[in-house]
């Protein structure tokens, strides 16, 4: 853990806002989840579920992750964040910008706000990648973790770019495409190319060093890095000019991609020292069992099984939710239980290491709380899968309710974490 507490760690107040913003948002979800079921069950492309979906990915889980990359970057790479400056243009810019799409998206209105909003993300991305990229080429360090970091910063680029170039398409069209598979392959080079290779740069580094495990080889992340970006390459490009086929081979090598990312990580799990798992890293776990359940949902979808053929809606939108918050959102929750604790020790308690006994940085929230958030958890996310699986709006509003009351629990052990104040002596 000591690695977190680098030299070369920006400001708390850079990394710290990120994360209340993201809580935030993700409390505002779960609400939007409870209160409106139907959004999960009708066809992906309503209103209700792209502002919900928009809100999700860049106002709680891109925020959180600007937040956490900006404290593991000189981690990883080993040498100091470009610019601190550009990390809170980008926080503000990005904030306001999730807002403003959310709100456009929810009155189905292409006009001045949306404009706004998305030129507001795309201008915050662009002061990330270029503080990600100005940062990786002053590092020595030339690891498989930092070219995958590089890579999923370039497609987050892509994909917000992309996205403008879709609601301009939507106010003014132009291209013969039509916007339904524009959004597919604005939504995958999202999904894959942002937020999975992301994943897989952090927690290929985090992950073993959390469970202390030695001497890993990285011969499967290369296999991973090859087959995702190739994969994702020629299913973007068979999404555009629709061939089907080519979407079904890129579909099948970014699964083998991911499979072999997979294989790391388990591997790394049994050559652990540290065998029990804490808190953090159970929810962690969970996110990764999660993770196979849209693998094989893609693969379905695409061979268009015809024991499917029915449930195809409902199973589409299953597998966005399953990805957005059985996976991606699961595995942030568990990872802020280890990143922020100890950000914030670090900040109390600098001048204080070595002089008096201290908490420990687990100490910072309430361990029973966290507990019972993940069983919460993992219960509201069943409920919900099996509601949008089966089209029953008042199952997925159950879901949407135990989830709110995880994500509830989620957000008071951060404000415990954030306001954390030493005892007096």
């Given at each position: 853990?000591?690695?977190?507490?680098?030299?070369?760690?920006?400001?708390?107040?850079?990394?710290?806002?990120?994360?209340?913003?993201?809580?935030?948002?993700?409390?505002?979800?779960?609400?939007?989840?409870?209160?409106?079921?139907?959004?999960?069950?009708?066809?992906?492309?309503?209103?209700?579920?792209?502002?919900?979906?928009?809100?999700?990915?860049?106002?709680?889980?891109?925020?959180?992750?600007?937040?956490?990359?900006?404290?593991?970057?000189?981690?990883?790479?080993?040498?100091?964040?470009?610019?601190?400056?550009?990390?809170?243009?980008?926080?503000?810019?990005?904030?306001?910008?999730?807002?403003?799409?959310?709100?456009?998206?929810?009155?189905?209105?292409?006009?001045?706000?949306?404009?706004?909003?998305?030129?507001?993300?795309?201008?915050?991305?662009?002061?990330?990648?270029?503080?990600?990229?100005?940062?990786?080429?002053?590092?020595?360090?030339?690891?498989?973790?930092?070219?995958?970091?590089?890579?999923?910063?370039?497609?987050?680029?892509?994909?917000?770019?992309?996205?403008?170039?879709?609601?301009?398409?939507?106010?003014?069209?132009?291209?013969?495409?039509?916007?339904?598979?524009?959004?597919?392959?604005?939504?995958?080079?999202?999904?894959?190319?942002?937020?999975?290779?992301?994943?897989?740069?952090?927690?290929?580094?985090?992950?073993?060093?959390?469970?202390?495990?030695?001497?890993?080889?990285?011969?499967?992340?290369?296999?991973?890095?090859?087959?995702?970006?190739?994969?994702?390459?020629?299913?973007?490009?068979?999404?555009?000019?629709?061939?089907?086929?080519?979407?079904?081979?890129?579909?099948?090598?970014?699964?083998?991609?991911?499979?072999?990312?997979?294989?790391?990580?388990?591997?790394?799990?049994?050559?652990?020292?540290?065998?029990?798992?804490?808190?953090?890293?159970?929810?962690?776990?969970?996110?990764?069992?999660?993770?196979?359940?849209?693998?094989?949902?893609?693969?379905?979808?695409?061979?268009?099984?015809?024991?499917?053929?029915?449930?195809?809606?409902?199973?589409?939108?299953?597998?966005?939710?399953?990805?957005?918050?059985?996976?991606?959102?699961?595995?942030?929750?568990?990872?802020?239980?280890?990143?922020?604790?100890?950000?914030?020790?670090?900040?109390?308690?600098?001048?204080?290491?070595?002089?008096?006994?201290?908490?420990?940085?687990?100490d910072l929230f309430a361990e029973k709380v966290a507990v019972a958030q993940l069983?919460?958890?993992?219960?509201?996310?069943?409920?919900?899968?099996?509601?949008?699986?089966?089209?029953?709006?008042?199952?997925?509003?159950?879901g949407g309710t135990v989830l709110f009351?995880?994500?509830?629990?989620?957000?008071?052990?951060?404000?415990?974490?954030?306001?954390?104040?030493?005892?007096?002596?």
């Amino acid at each position: 853990m000591n690695q977190i507490a680098s030299q070369n760690a920006p400001s708390p107040k850079v990394v710290v806002p990120h994360f209340v913003f993201g809580s935030l948002t993700w409390l505002v979800v779960s609400l939007l989840i409870l209160f409106n079921p139907t959004a999960f069950t009708q066809h992906f492309f309503n209103p209700l579920l792209l502002s919900i979906t928009h809100l999700l990915a860049l106002g709680w889980m891109t925020m959180v992750i600007f937040g956490a990359l900006y404290q593991l970057i000189p981690v990883i790479m080993e040498v100091k964040l470009y610019s601190e400056r550009f990390a809170l243009f980008s926080f503000v810019l990005l904030g306001f910008g999730s807002v403003l799409l959310a709100y456009s998206f929810w009155q189905f209105s292409f006009h001045s706000i949306l404009f706004v909003g998305a030129t507001f993300v795309v201008v915050a991305v662009v002061f990330f990648v270029t503080n990600v990229l100005i940062t990786a080429y002053s590092s020595k360090k030339k690891n498989i973790e930092r070219i995958f970091i590089i890579t999923a910063s370039i497609w987050l680029l892509f994909t917000v770019l992309a996205g403008l170039t879709l609601a301009i398409n939507f106010a003014f069209p132009f291209m013969k495409t039509s916007n339904l598979e524009l959004l597919k392959l604005h939504a995958h080079a999202g999904i894959v190319g942002w937020f999975i290779q992301l994943i897989i740069g952090v927690s290929s580094k985090l992950l073993p060093m959390f469970m202390v495990s030695h001497n890993l080889k990285t011969k499967k992340l290369t296999y991973a890095y090859f087959l995702i970006n190739i994969g994702l390459i020629f299913g973007i490009i068979s999404l555009f000019i629709q061939w089907k086929s080519g979407v079904i081979i890129s579909v099948i090598m970014v699964v083998l991609g991911i499979f072999s990312y997979l294989s790391f990580i388990f591997k790394a799990y049994k050559k652990r020292v540290k065998k029990r798992l804490d808190i953090g890293m159970k929810q962690s776990a969970l996110s990764f069992v999660v993770l196979v359940i849209p693998l094989f949902l893609i693969l379905s979808l695409v061979f268009n099984f015809e024991l499917i053929n029915n449930l195809t809606l409902p199973l589409s939108v299953a597998y966005g939710s399953t990805i957005f918050i059985g996976f991606i959102s699961s595995l942030i929750m568990g990872q802020t239980y280890k990143t922020l604790p100890f950000i914030i020790w670090l900040k109390v308690y600098r001048g204080r290491i070595g002089k008096v006994k201290l908490p420990l940085p687990k100490d910072l929230f309430a361990e029973k709380v966290a507990v019972a958030q993940l069983w919460l958890f993992a219960i509201g996310f069943l409920l919900l899968l099996t509601g949008i699986s089966s089209t029953t709006n008042c199952l997925v509003s159950t879901g949407g309710t135990v989830l709110f009351l995880s994500v509830a629990l989620y957000n008071y052990n951060v404000l415990k974490i954030i306001f954390h104040k030493p005892k007096k002596t």
